[in-house]
């Protein structure tokens, strides 16, 4: 089940499930006050929230993310995020369902969706490299990355 509009409890759960990944990537972006910084930044805004199979018969949020608009006059670009719990190694294939769908839906709006990763985190890797995400240039010199992490990007195809 996917579900357009999150809620607290929903942001909450998935950062005290926080895959180890994930978990660093927050402390290098925000440093020890990752968690409040994260809640504080997601609190107010409207993104995708994935349930899946948690411990037992229930369902849980597994994993959370969207794009980020920053549009400019001359250039739609949009940084696209996912925080996973977890629980999301029990639903690999219903979030990658999920995320194709997304980028189908989504991708054609922007010339480029980009990010930064921890370079460490292979899994998270893999499924951007099969939703045609580039890492050919890991570290631009002209965009100033935190060590250990690389970018990653995607541009829109022209007809």
């Known amino acids: ?28 972006l925000f440093g020890n006050e990752w968690y409040q910084k994260t809640l504080s930044t997601l609190k107010n805004e409207k993104f995708l929230i994935l349930y899946g199979q948690g411990n ?18 001359n ?10 719990s977890r629980f999301v190694s029990r639903n ?16 054609p709006k922007y010339d480029v969706l980009y990010n930064f990763i921890y370079k460490s985190n292979y899994k998270a890797k ?10 050919d240039n ?7 990355l935190k060590k250990d992490f690389e970018f990653f990007y995607r541009i829109k195809e022209r007809s």
């Open 92 to 107: 690999k294939t219903a979030l990658m369902r999920v995320l194709r769908n997304q980028i189908y839906l989504n991708a």
């Open 1 to 28: 089940m996917i579900k357009y509009v999150s809620e607290i409890k929903e942001i909450e759960f998935i950062l005290s499930n926080l895959r180890d990944e994930d978990r660093v990537e927050l402390e290098n």
């Open 138 to 144: 890991p570290n631009p010199k002209e965009i100033k």
């Open 56 to 73: 037992g018969n229930g369902y849980v949020p597994v994993a959370m993310g969207g794009f980020y608009d920053l549009n400019s006059d």
């Open 126 to 135: 893999l499924w951007l490299k099969k939703l045609g995400f580039n890492f």
């Open 75 to 84: 250039c739609s670009v949009a940084c696209v995020w996912l925080l996973s």
